[in-house]
C-alpha cells in the first residue's frame, strides 16, 4: 500500500511534463485569454457584472501575484475556462520526508553520543551508528507527523 506522500508523488511526476504549458503568459491568463477570444473589457466586465476598470484591476493584479483565488475563478468562468490549482514540490515528498527524518536522526543520535561522551561510555563502532541512524530515521519516516514538530 502507497503512503499519501507517495501517492502525491506519483501524480506530481505526472504533473511535471505538463509545468511548461501552465507557466503563467506575460500578461496573464486573464488577458491572454480574453484577448485570443477577441472579447473587450468592457464587455468582460458585463459577464462578470462589474465595472470595466475591475476588469484592469483583475488582470494587474493576476500578474502581480495578488489576485485572489476567488477572482480568478469568476474571471475564468466568464471566459468560458476553469482554473486549475496545484501545488508541485521541487522534489519528491518522500526525499524531503527522508532527508528530514535522517537530519532529525542525525541531531538525536549527537545528543546521545555526547551524554555518553560525558559518562565515558563512547560508542566507536561507525557501522552501528550507520545502524542506529538508519533505524532511528525509520521510526520518524513511518509517522511523519513527528518530523515536523522542531524548526
Known amino acids: 500500500m502507497m503512503t499519501p506522500y507517495e501517492q502525491l508523488d506519483q501524480r506530481f511526476a505526472e504533473l511535471k511534463s505538463s509545468l511548461p504549458l501552465a507557466e503563467r503568459p506575460q500578461r496573464g491568463w486573464i488577458r491572454a485569454v480574453r484577448t485570443a ?10 459577464r ?13 493584479a493576476e500578474i502581480q501575484g495578488s489576485i485572489t483565488l476567488s477572482s480568478l475563478e469568476r474571471a475564468a468562468q ?13 522534489r519528491p515528498l518522500a526525499d524531503t520526508i527522508r532527508d ?13 553520543e555526547q551524554t555518553m561522551r560525558l ?30 514538530n522542531e524548526a
Open 48 to 60: 462578470m457584472n462589474v465595472s470595466q476598470p475591475r476588469i484592469n484591476e483583475l488582470e494587474k
Open 100 to 112: 528530514r527524518a535522517y537530519k532529525l536522526a542525525e541531531q538525536k543520535l549527537a545528543s546521545v
Open 119 to 148: 559518562e565515558a561510555q563512547e560508542v566507536t563502532d561507525k557501522q552501528q551508528r550507520q545502524a542506529d541512524l538508519r533505524q532511528l530515521a525509520e521510526t520518524y519516516i513511518e509517522r511523519p507527523a513527528r518530523l515536523w
Open 37 to 46: 477570444l477577441g472579447m473587450r473589457t468592457g464587455q468582460m466586465a458585463k
Open 78 to 90: 466568464a471566459l468560458g475556462c476553469r482554473v486549475i490549482y496545484a501545488f508541485v514540490p521541487e
